[in-house]
């Protein structure tokens, strides 16, 4: 497993493990706390989650899925709702994630997306948070380049280390100035849905010569090859979410390939890179 580095000098894998609808279904639940439990042994042990995702329940499930596990082996990354994301919600919301994490921190804790609360009393909170030893760094999610622009104006914003967004081959519109931002600003880029979500524009992207042709050559998975695709950018961690060990296999070896000159110019020829600024898209 490659790694990257944040500006703190953390060094995180760039593979991880997402959990959106994931401890939703109770017939579902013990598959999937197998299938994060394997990719941590797999040496996927960022685990991204959320205070939204199933109002709880995702939290509730990787709490039970690292009970094996050392918690100082671990990466765990959660988001707060905007409406929490002030003074006078945010401690009790970040306490009730640790409660249901069963863990004492987070390694991460995340904006989810912009709200009304002002960004200098949210980056005041964190702050205050990681003084008290309950998270130890911070960032945002869904933040689009005047957002981080703005962020970065407040004082300690630039202590911002990530930022979450939607990214993947169908879906290139941060390449346009967002990623150049946050490369600058050494910003770690999180790429959430790196697979895309269902429907028609995964089936279209999976049907893509470019993909297939890869796919065949390599004798790996269209799936294997988006996630390729987004891992093979600079300073990038890709959180798939798998609900099954085999899914969660096929991601691990995803992050070990490395695309050729040709790949990523067939890649681009089919999906090209934005020439002008579009809206972040959110899913």
Not at 73 to 83: G, N, Q, R
Not at 214 to 241: C, E
Not at 259 to 272: G, M, P, S, V
């Amino acid at each position: 497993m490659d790694f990257i580095q944040l500006k703190d000098g953390t060094k995180l894998p760039i593979l991880g493990q997402g959990t959106w609808f994931m401890g939703e279904k109770k017939q579902k639940k013990e598959e999937e706390i197998k299938a994060l439990q394997t990719g941590i042994e797999e040496k996927m042990t960022l685990i991204d989650t959320a205070e939204m995702y199933g109002d709880g329940l995702a939290e509730l499930l990787v709490g039970e899925s690292i009970k094996p596990f050392k918690r100082e082996d671990l990466f765990l990354v959660s988001k707060v709702y905007p409406h929490n994301a002030g003074k006078e919600h945010i401690f009790d919301a970040c306490n009730r994630t640790l409660q249901r994490m069963q863990t004492d921190y987070l390694d991460m804790y995340l904006l989810h997306w912009r709200g009304r609360v002002p960004f200098a009393e949210t980056v005041d909170c964190m702050e205050e948070l990681i003084k008290q030893g309950k998270i130890r760094r911070w960032g945002v999610s869904n933040l689009d380049t005047m957002d981080m622009e703005e962020l970065f104006r407040v004082k300690n914003g630039e202590n911002c280390m990530v930022n979450q967004v939607l990214y993947h081959l169908g879906s290139r519109g941060i390449e346009y100035n967002l990623l150049p931002f946050m490369q600058k600003e050494q910003i770690a880029l999180m790429a959430y849905c790196p697979l895309a979500q269902g429907g028609t524009l995964r089936h279209n992207i999976l049907n893509a010569k470019s993909v297939n042709e890869i796919a065949i050559n390599r004798g790996i998975t269209q799936m294997q090859v988006l996630l390729a695709f987004v891992l093979n950018q600079k300073s990038t961690i890709a959180i798939p979410k798998a609900s099954s060990c085999i899914h969660t296999k096929e991601n691990v070896d995803a992050a070990s390939i490395k695309l050729t000159e040709n790949e990523i110019k067939a890649l681009n020829l089919e999906f090209q890179k934005p020439k002008e600024k579009t809206y972040l898209d959110i899913v």
